[in-house]
């Protein structure tokens, strides 16, 4: 099949040992939207509902919209949707092909057309990943930010949405004028309290188009929290390569994923479900206690990781973890300052889950780029460093090593490495902490309050807190001095 594509037609010829999809993918019905069709949905949810339409459930296929860029569209639309998944490890790499997804749409190129699928009543379920900036609003309030630029292009012109919350009011608000029940939002983002913090927001966004909408959106549509966890780099040459290899054909957009995968959700759909418990998926009266441990634990300890970790010289989240200082300070911050902050899910063996995440961390097939985990800090600090830093003080203990972390971070976005190099630093205020950073130069008495008045990520309470303040500086202060790698050293030494 040299020079051949994967597709509906192709698909009879991929080889045995590639699972592929055992049921008739071209009858499947959609019967999930999905918002923000990237490699994390191909590689978790999309995998479970493949396995759901696998056992017969063929209501329950997924329309996925990109938002942004047509680039997975215009990949995957000659493949009738069909792409690779491979899990790799140290013990080698397995190929799937997912079938689930049943349909591709690109937003701003046909947004009525997102529009109309999001009113099918045949949809029951709008599930998002569109990354944390995604959700346009303040990070460490939670609440919609109304001046964002997306926000107020929604509100002046409300029927072609461009943001997520824009076409989740929209198409509410069709379902409601046309009587059709609404959806059920299933936020797969890395939020805190993801459910409530997306009803929040988008409570709020349809209260400003009219009040009546907003009472709506708070009173009748479920906003159930999830948990999600699979570690998913962008996808390579290397990785389209092996697939190629693998498949006998091309596939334009494969996906790569560790073989972990863990999907804990609130159980509270109104409208209806398939039947995720079958295939995996832990439905959980209050998804807070696992939220806690994996943002913290997991999340928490990739950006120390990728701060640090970029600014010494280390590619991937594998070369950071052989590095023994990185590695102890991963799991000193993991276990003293951390844990603590947890309630625990009944019957989880935290200290079990933490040797696997290590383990997981370690995977040498992965290759997940630390600049990769590195962007939008701005967005994923407040619940993955900063929550538990105050919780901490909240108990009165103190907080070295989550403030040496935050304090990576603030090395990191001054926009150059230990020599001079520039770090092209991703992230929705990257402008701002840049100008922050350079008017206050390499002193860390002057760089710290510069960078903790950005209260979007320290709010308003910590800048002012001396006992956060303080550790914050102090390791700064360390990090300029001697450089990340002497401070590491020290910093787990002590
Ligand atoms: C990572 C996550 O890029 C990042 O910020 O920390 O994508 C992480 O790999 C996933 O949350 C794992 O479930």
């Not at 459930?57 to 329950?60: F, I, R």
């Not at 609440?143 to 964002?148: A, M, S, V």
């Given at each position: 099949m040299s020079g051949a594509r994967l597709s509906l037609a192709s698909l009879a010829h991929v080889p045995a040992p590639v699972r592929r999809p055992g049921y008739d993918v071209a009858a499947a019905q959609v019967g999930v939207v999905h918002l923000g069709v990237g490699a994390f949905h191909r590689a978790h949810q999309a995998v479970y509902l493949d396995d759901i339409l696998g056992r017969g459930?063929?209501?329950?296929a997924v329309a996925g919209a990109s938002l942004r860029s047509p680039n997975t569209s215009d990949a995957l639309d000659p493949q009738d949707g069909l792409y690779a998944l491979v899990t790799r490890s140290g013990e080698g790499d397995r190929l799937r092909v997912i079938g689930s997804l049943r349909r591709l749409l690109v937003a701003p190129r046909e947004p009525q057309a997102l529009l109309a699928a999001m009113t099918d009543?045949?949809?029951r379920i709008v599930t998002l990943t569109v990354t944390e900036k995604g959700y346009c609003h303040d990070p460490a309030a939670g609440?919609?930010?109304?001046?964002?630029p997306d926000i107020r292009a929604d509100l002046a012109d409300p029927e072609r949405p461009v943001s997520a919350p824009g076409f989740l009011v929209e198409a509410l608000r069709r379902r409601r004028a046309a009587g059709i029940a609404p959806f059920t939002v299933l936020c797969c983002d890395n939020l805190p309290a993801n459910g409530r913090t997306v009803a929040r927001v988008v409570a709020r966004l349809a209260a400003l188009r009219e009040a009546d909408l907003g009472r709506f959106v708070e009173g009748e549509v479920a906003f159930p929290s999830t948990m999600v966890d699979r570690i998913v780099p962008a996808t390579t040459d290397t990785v389209r390569a092996l697939v190629a290899d693998g498949l006998g054909m091309e596939d334009a957009w494969p996906v790569s994923a560790e073989p972990f995968s863990q999907w804990v959700v609130e159980d509270h759909f109104p409208l209806g479900r398939p039947p995720l418990e079958e295939v995996g998926v832990e439905l959980v009266p209050d998804v807070a206690p696992y939220e806690h441990m994996k943002l913290r634990l997991l999340n928490g300890a990739h950006s120390t990781m990728a701060y640090l970790g970029a600014l010494a010289g280390y590619a991937h989240i594998a070369d950071v973890m052989a590095a023994p200082a990185f590695a102890r300070l991963v799991e000193r911050l993991q276990d003293e300052e951390i844990t603590p902050t947890l309630h625990l899910p009944a019957g989880v063996d935290v200290g079990a889950y933490k040797r696997a995440l290590r383990e997981r961390f370690r995977n040498p097939a992965l290759k997940h780029r630390t600049w990769q985990i590195a962007m939008d800090g701005s967005q994923k600090l407040p619940q993955r460093l900063v929550a538990p830093a105050r919780d901490r003080l909240a108990a009165g203990a103190p907080i070295p090593l989550l403030a040496f972390a935050i304090a990576g971070w603030m090395r990191y976005v001054t926009g150059r490495d230990e020599h001079g190099t520039p770090i092209e630093v991703r992230d929705p205020l990257a402008g701002r902490l840049r100008a922050l950073a350079d008017a206050a130069g390499p002193d860390a008495d002057r760089l710290t309050p510069a960078l903790l008045s950005v209260r979007e990520v320290f709010g308003d309470d910590l800048p002012a807190d001396p006992r956060f303040a303080g550790p914050v500086r102090a390791a700064l202060g360390r990090i300029l001095a001697g450089g990340v790698a002497a401070s590491v050293a020290e910093t787990v030494a002590g």
């Open positions: 459930h063929a209501g329950w009543p045949a949809v609440t919609l930010d109304e001046g964002h």
